[in-house]
């Protein structure tokens, strides 16, 4: 198994710029986790998927960020526009099985950068 | 918040020493995870160990629970220079159907050959 991919590994853009990021869960999980990641304040969940439906987006920052899970195999996130304080790690993860052990396997990320 | 929180957050040892790092919660757990990040990569799920657990071993890991204090230890022995990324601790809530997990801010380990 491939693992979570996560496109692009890298982003740079400029402030004001729609900004795309994708992710393609393991095969067969049906929970999809999206993180953003910065020194200041940590590990951060934005939204969480079961089964392609959003459960909880509490944490997405801003109306400027959205997502969306059209199938079992792909996951959006996308910032719009995009602002220098955007600038963060951020990483898709997948888990199977839901209610059992919960685990979570996270992609490589996506290392954005907003100038 | 039911963010776990670990202690310290940071710790720096020489090859060889043990590394214990500690995690505290807040409310009643269906298990607590610990995983691993090296630096630029996501994290890595390292071992579970479930609330009517008290121990639990995995190679040169070491993980207890204890519930009634509401806090986990996570033990590497015989530390490698290879073990050096930061390490998290995640609860999962009890009751909770829908995998969430809550992470806390993580303790950076630092082996020194």
């Known amino acids: 198994d491939a693992g979570v991919i996560q496109s692009p590994r890298h982003e740079v853009t400029e402030m004001g710029q729609e900004v795309t990021l994708r992710c393609k869960p393991i095969?067969?999980?049906?929970?999809l986790f999206w993180y953003r990641q910065t020194m200041m304040r940590g590990l951060e969940l934005l939204i969480y998927f079961n089964n392609n439906v959003p459960i909880d987006d509490s944490g997405m920052p801003e109306d400027r960020f959205s997502a969306k899970m059209p199938n079992a195999s792909f996951s959006t996130l996308k910032i719009q526009p995009s602002e220098p304080r955007d600038s963060a790690v951020y990483f898709c993860?997948?888990?199977?099985?839901?209610?059992?052990?919960?685990?979570?396997?996270f992609g490589p990320g996506t290392r954005l950068t907003v100038l | 918040s039911q963010q776990g929180e670990e202690d310290p957050q940071a710790l720096s040892i020489q090859e060889g020493e043990n590394a214990t790092m500690n995690c505290s919660y807040k409310?009643?757990?269906?298990?607590l995870q610990w995983y691993r990040q090296n630096s630029g990569r996501g994290l890595v799920h390292l071992i579970l160990i479930r609330s009517n657990e008290r121990e639990k071993h995995s190679g040169r890991l070491r993980v207890t629970l204890d519930t009634s204090k509401k806090s986990s230890s996570l033990l590497i022995t015989a530390s490698r220079a290879a073990d050096t990324a930061s390490y998290f601790c995640?609860?999962?809530?009890?009751?909770?159907?829908?995998?969430?997990?809550?992470f806390g801010r993580g303790t950076q380990l630092t082996v020194w050959p």
């Open positions: 993860a997948s888990s199977p099985r839901t209610g059992v052990t919960d685990t979570q396997y």
């Open positions: 409310t009643s757990i269906n298990n």
């Open positions: 995640a609860t999962a809530l009890r009751g909770s159907t829908l995998g969430r997990l809550y």
């Open positions: 095969s067969g999980h049906n929970s």
